[in-house]
């Protein structure tokens, strides 16, 4: 227990706070423009977007490696063009987080932008306010507690990623290995003091993340909804 | 002066209504559903005529080639259930959408909401909201005002202190008001002139 190699502690929080600022970058974005759009096409595209949620992660993890691996799509052009090789690798890792967290975050900013009435967005454009303006200054900070929530499930979600991350980016000391990745490989070489070890940090992570995002609500959401009376 | 031509099929009837206002109230009165708010939103430019005209002052809002965007239409829309900001206070509430800080003081003060500048809209009156949503609306000195049945929510006494607020606030201000309600008593009370609408076409126009 006394040399224990912290680099999955460090892997996982890199990862997982890369991954949570893409997704929510991403899933903001896109929540926004589609929660307010009706085109042909939408029920597919938002299946399509949280298709990872209830699929197994190893199935995730199969299409992963089918897009990224070395014959395919994306792999193939990554490879021969910017020579960068996907699997097994770190950027394998953030990806995995990427993609099955992603629906956590698109389904709290959809629902964050659908609970207030554009009513309020339609005044601020009467006034002269340009749609950029409306956004920073109205839609984000209303939205912003259902955002939070979205962006707090979404870093526990990447943080927790075990089943796709082991198809798309292996096993790889230093390089790969996640906390989750080291809990199953710890016990699988019979080390179950690295494993509690472990498992105690994560627990402790994911019971702390909820824990202030409960505390967080209660102080601040009352509040916000009080005010959208 | 306001000229409105608009046609647009709805769900359950066709909209097809013309009219001209000068600087005056006139009272939008009908039924729930009969286009009143789609009319107030076409002009807003929050939805799209199929066919029609809109100008303002000379000024083309729409026709078959122009649609001017919400934004630069000049136009202040107090909503049925005001829509105020609620992350913001009464005084950001008002200041949003202009510079001119002394001309918001001004406006507080004629509505006497100035002591109301620091609450977030959750902490006032239905009355006081109404209030700061009509400042709110006159903030960025629009030539045409639409009111969507901006009194259903008062009771009795504030909504009559209410409508002579805004015949006096009309009567300095002088532009076209639009008033949409389904209050018979209010529409003889406020407007100037009252079109009855149903399902999306005038059938009667009389004038006080």
Redo the contacts between chains.
Sequence with gaps: MTDINMSPLWLSFKTATIATIIVFIVGVFLARIISRHSFPGKSILEAIFLLPLVLPPTVVGFGLLYIFGKNGFLGRILLDWFDVQVVFSWYAVIIAAIVVSFPLMYQSAQAAFKQ??P??E?????????RWKVFW??SF??AWPGLLAGLVLTFARALGEFGATLMLAGYIPNVTDTIPLAIYFAVESGNMEMAKFWVAIIVTLGFGAILWLNWWNKRNMIR?S???? | MLFVSIKKQLTHFKLDVEFTLKDEIAVLFGKSGSGKTTILNCIAGLMKPEQGKIYLNKKVLFDNKNNVPIQHREIGYLFQDYALFPHMTVWKNIKYGMSNEEFAKHLMNELKIAQLKDAYPHEISGGEKQRVALARALATEPKLLLLDEPFSALDDSTRAISHDQLLRLHELWKIPVILVTHSREEAEKLGDRILEIVQGEFKKESFH
Excluded: L
């Design positions: 207030y009435d009513k309020i339609h005044a601020a454009y009467t006034m002269g306010a340009s200054t109205i900070p209303i916000y009080k005010k959208s009376d």
